[in-house]
């Protein structure tokens, strides 16, 4: 390194430590003088030794620089050792190790690096009390499902290989996985939002936010209040506002998955929205304030996801036979199938295909069908559970049904 990238080196450690530092420092600021191993000036300083280690050993001096950092973490550990006999606290100390750490990277050529984990760390410290809330609001239910994604997104995915296998090279481990990943991810940000502001914020926000990532189960349980006279007056506006949700979910997943669909999808999924987004909105608007009911069970499960990438791959393999055998018109015929059956699965099948196997205004019917089919089942949901309480969010849904076969129809005749 020359003499302006060692000098942003070792102010990048400096700042590292001060940073850190002076968070540790308010955060004791009412402890008894005397009482504290570490403050403000401390973490500045062991930013410092650190980042000069690290220069040291980029010197050709390694064993010099080696020895500065034992020799920090062990004045640290003991510091620290005889302050737990009188007050336990371990997350300081850790903060002083992992000063020394990014201090060591700022020496080691990566300043940037180190500025960002040391922002990362302050932030991590000062969010304490939120996170600690945060930790008391959760329940057994909650651990299981962030175990479960962890799982599904850390432990699978960076082990998958990237490459085509099995028949008609239509598997690749890694896509499949990722696709994974991406909606069942899409489904856990759905949960914990609605865990965390759906029963405190009323029923409207437990239907907005659970429309998010099951808009069917946000359905069921507002129409069975309903149907059981629980109902406080929002539920039907819920009802229609979560089908809302759903037609953005829907688009958005399209916009990632299969982007050359997401314009003639668009056209022929706005007017639903809007006519499920207006008649919730009118409804929402002389419906009361009331508490949220309990958010749809937890979606993050390990079996379906298992079943769920099964269902992808035999897809890809249905959709490349079908090019072969019978065309864009066959694989039109699949994706509505299998749509019926899950829109998440059809979207990702569509953008799973060749370039040119089958026109994008094709693709966006046959997607805008397993839209209507999936609208079917929520209407005979409401109905079967809400039953006479439940007519205008029955008519609220087939309104939006009504403007989504009409572009269906249209898109049809102009193809």
């Known amino acids: 390194m020359n003499w302006t990238e060692q000098a942003l080196a070792v102010a990048a450690a400096l700042a590292v430590g001060l940073l850190i530092g002076i968070e540790r420092g308010w955060t004791q600021r009412g402890a008894r003088e005397g009482t504290r191993v570490s403050g403000v000036r401390t973490f500045t300083l062991t930013g410092l030794l650190a980042g000069l280690a690290g220069l040291i050993g980029q010197g050709g001096q390694e064993l010099a620089g080696a020895a500065m950092i034992a020799a920090a973490a062990a004045v640290i550990a003991t510091g620290y050792a005889l302050r737990a006999q009188r007050k336990p606290d371990a997350t300081t100390a850790i903060a002083g190790l992992v000063t020394l750490a990014l201090g060591l990277v700022a020496g080691s050529g990566n300043p940037a690096l180190a500025i960002a984990g040391a922002a990362v760390v302050t932030l991590v410290l000062a969010l304490r009390s939120e996170a600690h809330g945060l930790i008391d609001r959760l329940d057994e239910a909650d651990l299981k499902a962030l175990a479960r994604f962890a799982v599904i997104a850390g432990a699978v995915l960076p082990f998958l290989p990237?490459?085509?296998?099995?028949?008609?090279?239509?598997?690749?481990?890694?896509?499949?996985?990722?696709?994974?990943?991406?909606?069942?991810?899409?489904?856990?940000?759905?949960?914990?939002?609605?865990?965390?502001?759906?029963?405190?914020?009323?029923?409207?926000?437990?239907?907005?936010?659970?429309?998010?990532?099951?808009?069917?189960a946000v359905t069921q349980s507002l129409a069975q209040r309903l149907g059981s006279g629980r109902g406080g007056g929002a539920e039907p506006a819920g009802i229609a506002l979560a089908s809302a949700v759903m037609y953005l979910r829907v688009l958005l997943l399209v916009g990632l998955l299969a982007t050359s669909v997401l314009l003639p999808f668009a056209i022929i999924i706005l007017p639903p929205l809007l006519v499920g987004a207006s008649a919730g909105y009118?409804?929402?608007?002389?419906?009361?304030?009331?508490?949220?009911?309990?958010?749809?069970?937890?979606?993050?499960?390990?079996?379906?996801?298992?079943?769920?990438?099964?269902?992808?791959?035999?897809?890809?393999?249905?959709?490349?036979?079908?090019?072969?055998?019978?065309?864009?018109?066959?694989?039109?015929?699949?994706?509505?199938?299998?749509?019926?059956?899950?829109?998440?699965?059809?979207?990702?099948?569509?953008?799973?295909?060749?370039?040119?196997?089958?026109?994008?205004?094709?693709a966006a019917l046959a997607l805008g069908g397993t839209i209507l089919a999936n609208m079917t089942v929520k209407l005979g949901v409401t109905i079967a559970y809400a039953r006479a309480s439940g007519k205008k969010a029955a008519l609220a849904l087939g309104a939006s049904m009504v403007a989504l076969a009409a572009t269906l129809v249209v898109g049809w005749a102009l193809i």
């Open 282 to 362: 009118w409804m929402y608007r002389g419906a009361p304030r009331q508490e949220g009911p309990a958010p749809p069970s937890n979606p993050i499960a390990l079996v379906p996801a298992l079943g769920f990438v099964l269902f992808v791959a035999a897809a890809a393999v249905a959709a490349r036979w079908a090019e072969g055998r019978f065309g864009q018109e066959g694989i039109a015929a699949l994706v509505l199938i299998m749509g019926s059956l899950d829109v998440d699965a059809a979207i990702v099948t569509v953008g799973g295909l060749e370039p040119g196997a089958i026109s994008p205004k094709l």
């Open 162 to 216: 990237d490459g085509s296998y099995g028949p008609y090279g239509a598997w690749n481990p890694r896509e499949l996985w990722l696709v994974v990943v991406l909606v069942t991810g899409f489904s856990f940000l759905g949960y914990v939002a609605n865990r965390i502001f759906g029963a405190r914020h009323g029923t409207i926000a437990t239907a907005l936010i659970g429309g998010a990532y099951s808009s069917t």
